[in-house]
């Protein structure tokens, strides 16, 4: 089924700008919200399950609606080979910068996890001992302390030289 | 757009900051820790979405490149299913194409697309397409056996505004070949690339004069010890320079040996494909084999002397009356190429 799926896809790729445009659009469209549900998840202890789910459901159903919206103008589908009508909402969304619209989507599922969370009662505490910045025990600190030494800060430190030098490098 | 490797940062980042939740939440996969840490419900919903980015950025992204591999492997094969020629492209996926027959007709439409962009290093390909379609083989044959002056019709321009030279360069080599009806006395025909090398059509072989070997050089006056030496075999060369005048387009081992099978099969007397000349088996015979300086130009340059063979076949394929023994063809054609090529 997945591959009669990535199939019907082909066509999409063959009329986009390209692999790495189409690559690239994808991941932006369906990132975000897993993005933000792991990076917040972790640094705010309040948010809870139904903010969660509601945020991922959300930047889904974005990212699902923007490839929708995308996929008949990028097939030149009859009547739609043009775009859509200037102006009208469908126009917008087909029309926004791909990367643009990732960052919508990103700060529209911060917004829903964060605000949804706050709407409904608080996560049971216990639940998250060790999962969060706030629920770590001194116990954990010092298990995560002991896991690293001058080694892995100098090969660390080597690392970041080493994308500086490529960002210097391809600055130009 | 840097993209992954320029983002190592990022890993960093989540080494230090992130893994050890990670670490203690002791979970193996990302819709774990959503489950530890939210409910197994936000777990089941990024399983799907990853299902779903799993399907469109792998599972799709793969199938187009094994057709991008199709097309460029085998650029001619295509199926007629009704009125819908499929090319290579979705053969190879298995899928219905879409049909740009409309700009270039069928025989294009394979080659229209994506296989252009490989042509450094896909040396293969003709090869394999000679599997599919063995009389391809046989055109060559013929081509190389000596097509007169005026068996090579003018091409109208499509492009008017396109160079004429740009043969070689990509997807519309044949509209180089539009002068190529003014007969010339040498009996070549010439048409330069892009990259100002010329590729030549020659009508049948052309020797020069040399003097004779020593051994067999008379007293006589010295324009009686001539010998006629092999210049340029017929068909078609693509114009090395630096050894423009020894065997130019002799690619002699480098021909694809389905190509040398198939043109033994068709009975050319050279035994090879490609307007591989009989002249350089003559001039070699009696010669122990050395190391050719300079050689025949390989890779590259083989490809696009055998892109331009193609677009000889075309002009036989459709474009042009067969060439019967002692018939004069046609003068004119330029309505009926028009019509064919609608």
């Known amino acids: 089924m997945m591959v009669v799926v990535g199939l019907a896809v082909d066509p999409v790729i063959q009329g986009a700008r390209g692999l790495y445009d189409y690559l690239q659009g994808v991941q932006g469209y369906l990132a975000p919200p897993i ?75 911060c917004a829903v996890l964060i605000g949804v969370s706050y709407a409904t009662e608080p996560p049971h505490e216990p639940q998250l001992t060790g999962l969060t910045y706030a629920t770590v025990t001194e116990e954990h600190r010092r298990e995560s302390r002991a896991s690293w030494s001058i080694n892995e800060v100098a090969a660390s430190g080597l690392v970041l030289l080493m994308i500086l030098a490529a960002y210097v490098y391809f600055s130009g | 757009m840097a993209h992954y490797e320029l983002h190592a940062w990022c890993l960093l980042v989540l080494g230090w900051v992130f893994a050890p939740f990670y670490m203690r939440s002791r979970v193996f996969t990302m819709p774990e820790f959503l489950e530890r840490r939210f409910s197994p419900a936000a777990r089941w919903v990024l399983s799907i979405i990853s299902l779903v980015a799993y399907v469109l950025t792998k599972i799709a992204v793969g199938i187009f490149a094994g057709g991008v591999v199709f097309a460029t492997l085998l650029p001619e094969l295509q199926l007629q299913v009704g009125r819908t020629t499929i090319n290579s492209f979705w053969v190879g996926i298995g899928h219905r194409a879409a049909a740009d027959r409309r700009l270039h007709g069928p025989w294009r439409a394979a080659r229209g697309g994506l296989h252009g962009r490989c042509r450094r290093w896909c040396s293969c390909r003709l090869d394999a397409a000679d599997v599919l379609r063995p009389a391809r083989a046989r055109r060559v044959g013929r081509a190389a056996g000596g097509a007169r002056p005026r068996d090579v019709q003018p091409l109208e321009a499509d492009h008017p505004g396109r160079r004429a030279g740009d043969v070689g360069a990509g997807e519309r080599a044949g509209r180089a070949w539009r002068g190529t009806s003014t007969a010339t006395t040498r009996g070549r025909h010439a048409a330069s690339r892009a990259d100002h090398r010329a590729v030549v059509l020659v009508h049948r072989p052309v020797h020069r004069a040399a003097r004779a070997r020593r051994a067999q050089r008379g007293r006589g006056a010295p324009r009686h010890d001539l010998r006629r030496v092999p210049q340029a075999a017929a068909g078609l060369h693509l114009h090395h320079p630096g050894h423009d005048r020894a065997g130019a387009g002799a690619d002699g081992p480098r021909a694809g040996l389905l190509e040398r099978w198939w ?3 068709a009975g050319h007397p050279a035994g090879r494909a490609g307007g591989v000349p009989a002249a350089r088996a003559e001039r070699d015979a009696g010669r122990p084999a050395r190391h050719r300086r300079g050689g025949t130009a390989g890779g590259a340059h083989e490809l696009a002397r055998r892109r331009v063979q193609r677009e000889l076949d075309a002009l036989h394929d459709g474009l042009l009356p067969e060439a019967a023994p002692g018939a004069r063809p046609r003068s004119s054609s330029s309505g009926s190429v028009a019509s064919r090529r609608r």
């Open chain 2, 263 to 265: 043109a033994r099969r």
């Open chain 1, 35 to 109: 993005f933000a549900v792991f990076f917040l998840g972790v640094f705010m202890k309040r948010l809870n399950a139904k903010g969660c789910l509601s945020a991922l459901v959300v930047g889904f159903a974005l990212g699902v609606f923007r490839l929708m919206v995308d996929t008949p103008v990028t097939l030149g589908l009859e009547g739609y080979a043009g775009g859509y009508q200037e102006g009208s909402l469908l126009w917008i969304v087909n029309n926004i910068y791909f990367q643009y619209y990732s960052l919508l989507i990103f700060i529209v599922s």
